[in-house]
């Protein structure tokens, strides 16, 4: 079996990963590599359990592949939010009403677990190296009902096709006629010093709307917002979170912030599966802002159904509104800023 994989992130590594390991040649077309240096949070405290179950698998793979560092995390949530989906889920946990170096403010708690930091755009790199991924930008084409790929002036035919290009997904899709449930938003984040006592910290802050990771050194990664693709963070956006930071920890020196572009489904939540319409294309997509998390876990799922060729899950067509801010992942959207 062989198959072609366009999208060389998380996403479309993992699914190569997969299927080379049961035996199927792959050939992927990976485009730039888009991580930045720091790493990624993979975090388990989230309301979905479906998301903490992937979170889990994720954790296995990248353990298996390099080494991932834990780091104590913080998320700030009202007094009451249901915390049952960790508590079934197995994931530990504590609740207190005071963290020394932050301020938490009557009515809320903190819920301390463990994250981990995941050297992303080294384990990439590297799993695009085995697999003999070309940086090389890859379209669809159909012939018949077949889709096939084109990709440095040659057309490449393969038993499957996986659609993997993050928030290029719902574009080139398109040029196949077929309109996925797909729509990409910028997400931003900036750089700042922080008080020393906050700095190793995975912090998710979902009263004030922020969250925070250690960066490279001394320095600190927060942020949150979401806005029109490719556009850059908003005037004053850094000054803003820091201003966030500050309520929390004292202060925060702000010092740059950069933008880049995450793909949203109508769910909130990411997507894979067959499509409809064609005999051999299979998308994965959705990974909003926690690739990292989900990302491995639901590649296996797909790499999986494409070797068995299920046709169990599909993706089907969407021609309708959605908000691709809402993330299924984020503990706020069960109540309001
Ligand atoms: C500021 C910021 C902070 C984030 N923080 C976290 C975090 O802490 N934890 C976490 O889990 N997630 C985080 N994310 C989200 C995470 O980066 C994404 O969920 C993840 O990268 C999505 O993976 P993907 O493989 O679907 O897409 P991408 O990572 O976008 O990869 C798609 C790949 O496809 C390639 N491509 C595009 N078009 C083509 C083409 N035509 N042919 C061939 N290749 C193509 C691109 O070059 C790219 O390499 C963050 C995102 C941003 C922007």
Redesign the pocket.
Known sequence: MRVAV?????????TSYFLKKAGVEVLG????????LA?????MSMPDPRDIEMAKESLEVYKSIDAVEPVTSVDILPEGVDLSPLRRAGVKYTIVDRYEGLRLERGEVGVITTDYM?P?RRI?KRLRRELGFLD????LAVDGGTVYIK?RGKEIKADAVVL??????A??ARDIGLRLPFKPY????ALFLVPPRIRGLSIGDYVLGW?G?PGLGPFY?A?DGCGRAYSGPPKGYARKIGRLISRRAGWAVPIFA??????GSPTGG?LMGRVPYFDNLYV????????????PALAKRLASAIVKGSTDEVIEEYDGYFDPCVERHDWGVFFSR
């Open positions: 366009v999208g060389g992130g998380i996403a479309g590594v993992f077309f990976g485009g730039n590599l888009e991580y930045p790493s990624l949070v993979l975090t995941i992303i990439v090389a930008e890859a379209k990709a993997a290009a993050g928030a290029s997904n574009d080139i910028s997400c931003y984040a969250y990771r990664i942020g950069k933008s880049g572009v995450c793909e990411p994965i997509g959705g990974l909003d802002g926690y690739g990292s998390m989900v990302g």
